[in-house]
């Protein structure tokens, strides 16, 4: 199986900037698209931005030109640096990774969540 662990969340006044990173571990064979959701309280899960293993980005329209997603495929780790934050980006985001491991000499796809770090943008 593939792991995924979040870190770099934390309280920041709005304005502010955090880095999350993502780390994924295990019989990893290759890793397609990565990327980072958020889920605010009493509202459902939502794309923030993914990667792909070749580096096409894709970005929700609230975090576009604040939010940059790259990848450090040697590390099979995922970032996202945030800008000028807004109370409204306060959430638990999750990373996401999808891609191939190895199991018993067999390649099997995977879909992987972290355990979601919080984000709070707040004075």
């Known amino acids: 199986q593939v792991q995924l662990v979040e870190s770099g969340g934390g309280l920041v006044q709005p304005g502010g900037s955090l880095r999350l990173s993502c780390v994924a571990s295990?019989?990893?064979?290759?890793?397609?698209?990565m990327g980072w959701y958020r889920q605010a309280p009493g509202k459902q899960r939502e794309l923030v931005a993914t990667i792909t293993s070749g580096g096409t980005t894709n970005y929700a329209d609230s975090v576009k030109g604040r939010f940059t997603i790259s990848r450090d495929n040697a590390k099979n780790t995922v970032y996202l640096q945030m800008n000028s934050l807004k109370p409204e980006d306060t959430a638990v985001y999750y990373c996401?990774?999808?891609?191939?491991?190895?199991?018993?000499?067999?390649?099997?796809?995977?879909?992987?969540w972290g355990q979601g770090t919080q984000v709070t943008a707040s004075s």
């Open positions: 295990g019989s990893i064979s290759s890793i397609n698209a």
């Open positions: 996401n990774a999808e891609g191939r491991y190895r199991l018993d000499a067999r390649l099997r796809n995977f879909g992987s």
